[in-house]
């Protein structure tokens, strides 16, 4: 022996068997809300039940009654509760009393491995390995059943008097077909509450006989827990190092290593990703953020992290848009996956969303159903893709998450435009896929080129002399238009200084142009009025028929109607917000200065509201009162407007009443807004 064990002398050896006879069925139960010194061993146990596969136990244990501790009264209560007044076979308590109480066990480990109940005798310690330990807690089964007694007693005091009549009725009955189910689909189905509940319920109960700890079938089970003589015969001496036995009772713990996910899922643990290599850092980011512009991303990284690199990871699992970085389809939806939805393939589903985040790249918003109509998938999957990167606008579709970065595009010239070369080669894609022809594909608002340089006195020049030459022929035309109160009167048309404002372009909705026509110019043919005189018809007819419009959906109209017109057939120049709100005021409509809320975000255009102010008609003066109340407040409440409206008229019918808020007015959450003002 070495000399530092002499003060640890070996005193005795003691043999150690391995049992195996109750090693499948050996259980150890807790008691963990009883003292360890009022044991259940003297109490008398009703019944027991088991399920193996699942290891969960049930016992019903009685209650002694007699006792001086036991309350009667509540005893009596709690069984008229469960059981009712009548008596039958499938009374809880057959006793009229609460005179019995079930326990249910739960697993304390699912992994037992490592433990095993033991017995010492003469000099021998007999080991036997653990099928499970289960916890037996008090079941309160019976205040379920009561609850159900009671709801049954209700039902059945309402239902008496229809039942006749209910039994008579013939009821429809909906067949639906399931959907193929995806992998997703699946797995989330058998991780569902529900689900294992039913697969619980299908194992059988297996009812057993108890037998107490004085009895002598338990001592002639206890005699198993020592090892057989069939058993000895296969021990074998241990032959290992003190190490190595060390490390068979306390392996390291690997398993741990093993299921520790290797990134974040569904919320990200920041000290956890930056673990990660850079590359898989940058793809959980966008993975879950979807769309992110790349000062966001580098404040996600660890600090010190080189920005060129970051570059060069993110443009492997997104696409710029926008100025913003778009994760790529092919990263959402990975090679032979498939909708959760719909059960659509992910090489169909890429092509979709492509087709999306391309459309993004041309405007800031586009139409929901203009969308689906193309690409001609299930709505719940063009919704999931609208949703990763858009929000919903009232009256405008699906806006842009994010604003513009045009910072990081001026930075970044040369990803911008790699950027935009991988754009040209997926419309390429696209335009085969989707069969559109060269003029499906062009951006709205698309600058035109530009002829002749000309430097910026000379432009400003010339904006003065034409400014100067047409003013007082505008001037008084608006002059007469106000002084003859509802006579019309043609305006001219003019030419106004370069407007900074945003404009309607000529022929082109929602990006794709349309109709095509020669510059604004009055000196082209004979009928230099054409222009003026059409936009004053579209106006007045535009408004005949949805009476209130603000600035930004009169433009959306004026963009549809110029993007139907036949090629060659528009004589619209492209029209600045100054013209098109001047040709408004001069159609028998007025702006209504509606009072928004300070925290609005909504923009300009959103906020001129114009309506209808004559028509001719009797409605006239009605929706006038309306208009009126709208100047003090956003939203109103109906009593309101049927208050004021009967205050002006006397009695006003509510026919008239629901015609004028159909007319002029959208409801939202108990209150009525003029169209096109509810702030989202």
Known sequence: MASGDDDDPIIEEIDVYLAKSLADKLYLFQYPVRPSTMTYDDVNHLTAKIKPKQQRVELEMAINAMSPNYCRSKGEQIALNVDGTTYDETNTYSGKMMDKQSFTSIQATTNTSRYAAAVFRKGELHVTPLTGILQMRPSFSYLDKADTKTREREAANEGDSSQDEAEEDVKAITVRFARPESEQARQRRIQSYDFLQRKQAEEPWVHLHYHGVKDGRSDHERQYLFCQSGDSSENSELVKTPKEYLAMLMPPLAEEKVVKPVGPSNVLSMAQLRTLPLGEQVKTLMKNVK???????????????????????????????????????????????????????????????????????????????????????????????????????????????????????????????????????????????????????????????????????????????????????????????????????????????????????????????????????????????????????????????????????FKRLLSLHLASMPVGRSVFPSISDHMLQDAILLCQCKQIMVPFPAQTTAAADEKKVFALWETGDESDKHRRVLYELYKKNYRIRRNVIQLKLTQEFGDFPKADVDRLLHECCISHAGMWYLKGTIQS
């Open 291 to 553: 769309v992110m512009p790349f000062a966001n991303l580098m404040g996600l990284l660890a600090s010190g992290t080189d920005s060129t690199a970051a570059l060069r990871c993110i443009q492997q699992v997104a696409l710029l848009v926008q100025g913003n970085w778009v994760v790529k389809s092919d990263v959402l939806y990975p090679k032979n996956t498939c909708s959760p939805h719909s059960g659509v393939p992910a090489e169909v589903l890429c092509r979709g969303r492509d087709f999306v985040m391309w459309r993004f790249t041309l405007e800031r918003s586009v139409m929901r159903k203009e969308i689906t109509s193309i690409i001609k998938l299930p709505p719940e999957d063009v919704k999931e893709f609208l949703e990763h990167v858009a929000v919903p606008r009232v009256n405008r579709g699906w806006e842009f998450l994010l604003p513009t970065d045009a910072e990081f595009v001026k930075k970044h010239p040369d990803i911008g435009h790699r950027q935009h070369m991988l754009w040209l080669g997926i419309q390429s894609k696209l335009e085969k896929v989707f069969n559109f022809s060269k003029d499906d594909f062009k951006p709205k608002n698309s600058p035109q080129p530009e002829p002749v340089h000309v430097s910026g006195e000379q432009r400003l020049k010339v904006a003065h002399e034409r400014a100067q030459g047409n003013q007082t022929s505008l001037q008084k035309d608006l002059d007469a238009r106000r002084a003859g109160d509802g006579v019309h009167v043609k305006q001219e048309p003019v030419d106004e200084p370069m407007d900074t404002s945003s404009s309607v372009p000529n022929g082109s909705v929602n990006g794709y142009p349309g109709a095509t026509s020669p510059a604004f110019d009055h000196t082209n043919g004979d009928d230099g009025n054409a222009p003026a005189q059409e936009l004053q018809d579209f106006v007045i007819k535009t408004f005949r028929k949805h009476f209130v419009l603000t600035l930004s959906e």
